[in-house]
């Protein structure tokens, strides 16, 4: 039986971990002997969970793949073998063991440690993560460059957490099937979702099914029964049955894999003693583990969904009184959209909600609760998702789609094919827009304004504040075609929330400041800092909600009554509503100079928010400052 030591709180001070002080790196790692693994894995799973209740961030897929990691860098031989995960934040303790255990407090900080493998971080990254469900394609990859170059390379992907509900995953099942690839596939199953079938006769069978006796056998029945096709295919069948009664397996069978398992992914002499049969076996090799989410964290075990990542953990001196309780917090975007979204469902019984598996993170908890038969989580599959509301939309549903911007890109055939062609009543609730903070460019929306303003008949708004959420997204719900809102992560500036839903004038902008000679044409959230950097300028400033209809008056009127137009997004410039502006004045002949303020021309790394708007020139200073440098060069 697995020794697994369970914490059922956060270790307030470092642990001691002698054996894990010697691990630097995997290399070392195999010079142990076996029988000192689970306390390599004991001391391993104190470490992380000290580690991120110093930083914050994910840790409950970690601790479920913890006795996986151990096993999986024992056995092959990384980083020569490639070993990709997915999804990215099940990593944490692989970092751990490949020479970053003392940069672990730097994670996700400015300049620090990524949350997600990275392949410029370390050698042991072989494939940068963020979206899920990439894995086994990008392992297959590496497995055809290996047999190209005749290495004997392994490539193996560990796939997890929700990841194998994306169609992207069986489309590369599928093909390595028929490329009869060299590789190891490993489904880390953390939720039984697809087979509860785990114990003593499933491990035996596990074991036997991997065992290079029964894979000896199997081969050289192929050979003696491939002069006799009836019973070559008697015997296939045989043995499909046989795997059936006792694992889930036949479908991956029938995609041309080698089924093992279901398995106890928390046995580490099981996973080593598996591990080391199938890196003896050549062709496609499918391992279903069966793990705990938050597994050794007694409250992450029974919340798993609640400590899929927690926040940094502030000691608090024994002689400090206790704080104050602070008043009550503001909401935060996401909570703006849930209870507009629960309002609108009120009101109108068209209404649907879909979300591709981000049901707490956008905020649909309530409306799944009070409008079950109306709420669809479709799993990671935003291709799906986009296209379900199509279908919806077309026997006169309202869908309304709430996806990040950044999983919104993996939808654009869809969205552009089966959406805005056709004109369907579609609205987007788009979260995440801008910036993201620790997350880092995997998960930021730098771009969907570029690349929804090019589609033909889309609505892009571009609320400033709580209260515009609100008010843009029925805007939205009542527009006819399809429409978008995108509105960014975290809380707002605290504006008052009008209970009441009243749909704005389609393609209307607001003046907020009157000024002079400088005109700030403000496209979402940055409203703020905008008015800070006018205050100093004596500039006007103008709230231009959407950017598709663009308010082509309002900009006229700016472009005619000042020297310079600012255009200021969170978004990547390129393409961007800046760019809806130039495009504008240019088709018009209007002569007028324009700054364009938002997201430089690369990938901005991970920090806390506040940090990438400065580092990007987009808070009150940098902005300020651009603009005084513009006008000192006219």
């Not at 400033?464 to 509105?487: C, F, I, K, M």
């Not at 700016?558 to 137009?565: D, G, I, K």
Request: proline share 6%; with cysteine.
């Amino acid at each position: 039986m697995q020794d697994i030591y369970t914490f059922k709180e956060i270790p307030s001070q470092r642990p001691n971990t002698p054996l894990l002080d010697r691990i630097d790196l995997p290399s070392q790692l195999r010079e142990l002997p076996a029988e000192d693994l689970p306390r390599l894995a004991r001391e391993l799973r104190a470490y992380l969970l000290w580690s991120v209740g110093q930083t914050g961030g994910h840790f409950g897929a970690g601790l479920g793949v913890l006795e996986l990691t151990v096993a999986l860098h024992y056995v092959f031989n990384t980083p020569f073998d490639r070993l990709l995960w997915d999804v990215g934040h099940q990593a944490y303790p692989h970092k751990i063991l490949t020479g970053r255990k003392e940069r672990m407090g730097s994670i996700r900080r400015k300049g620090g440690l990524a949350g997600f493998p990275k392949r410029s971080e370390s050698e042991y990254d072989t494939f940068g993560v963020g979206h899920s469900s990439t894995s086994i394609s990008a392992a297959l990859g590496m497995s055809i460059a290996a047999r190209l170059q005749k290495s004997g390379r392994k490539s193996i992907a560990v796939i997890g957490d929700g990841a194998m509900t994306a169609g992207m995953a069986f489309e590369a099942l599928n093909h390595a099937g028929h490329l009869h690839a060299d590789m190891l596939v490993i489904l880390n199953d953390n939720d039984m979702s697809i087979s509860h079938n785990v114990g003593g006769l499933s491990n035996y069978f596990a074991k036997l099914l991997a065992s290079r006796t029964y894979n000896h056998m199997r081969n050289s029945s192929k050979k003696v029964l491939k002069a006799a096709p009836p019973l070559m295919q008697l015997a296939k069948k045989t043995e499909e049955h046989f795997k059936g009664m006792i694992a889930p397996g036949t479908l991956f069978e029938e995609l041309g894999f080698n089924y093992i398992g279901p398995i106890d992914g928390h046995d580490l002499p099981l996973l080593v003693e598996t591990l080391e049969n199938l890196r003896e076996l050549e062709g496609p090799q499918f391992l279903h583990v069966v793990t705990t989410k938050g597994k050794g964290f007694a409250p992450a075990e029974a919340d798993p969904v609640g400590y899929h990542a927690i926040n940094k953990i502030e000691p608090v001196p024994a002689d400090k009184p206790e704080p104050p309780r602070p008043s009550a917090p503001r909401p935060k975007y996401a909570n703006i959209f849930g209870q507009w979204l629960c309002d609108a469902a009120e009101q109108d019984a068209r209404v649907v909600g879909i979300t591709p598996a981000m049901c707490e993170g956008s905020d649909l908890v309530a409306f799944a609760k009070r409008f079950p038969e109306r709420y669809f989580d479709v799993a990671i599959a935003e291709q799906h998702a986009v296209t379900l509301a199509a279908g919806l939309a077309c026997d006169g549903a309202k869908p309304v789609v709430a996806i990040y911007s950044t999983f919104l890109q993996r939808a654009y055939d869809q969205l552009i094919h089966d959406v805005a062609i056709q004109d369907l009543d579609v609205l987007f609730a788009i979260d995440r827009a801008g910036l993201v903070g620790e997350d880092g460019p995997t998960h930021a929306g730098a771009f969907d304004i570029s690349y929804l303003r090019c589609i033909p008949g889309m609505v892009v708004m571009t609320p400033s504040d709580e209260n515009e959420t609100r008010q843009l997204l029925h805007t939205g719900l009542q527009h006819e075609g399809p429409a978008a809102v995108r509105y960014p992560r975290g809380t707002g500036p605290g504006a008052a929330i009008e209970q009441k839903l009243a749909a704005l004038p389609l393609g209307k902008g607001r003046r907020v400041r009157e000024g002079r000679q400088v005109a700030i044409l403000n496209f979402g959230t940055l409203l703020h800092s905008a008015l800070e950097a006018a205050d100093g300028l004596n500039a006007t400033v103008a709230d231009m909600r959407f950017v598709k209809p663009l308010d082509e008056a309002l900009v006229r009127e700016l472009a005619e009554q000042h020297e310079l137009l600012v255009t200021l997004e969170e978004n990547a410039i390129a393409g961007g509503a800046g760019s809806a502006v130039c495009e504008y004045l240019n088709a018009n002949q209007i002569s007028c100079q324009v700054l364009q303020l938002g997201l430089p021309d690369r990938f901005v790394d991970h920090g806390k928010h506040g940090e990438l708007l400065s580092e990007c020139g987009l808070d009150a200073e940098g902005i300020g400052q651009a603009i005084v440098d513009r006008l000192a060069s006219l």
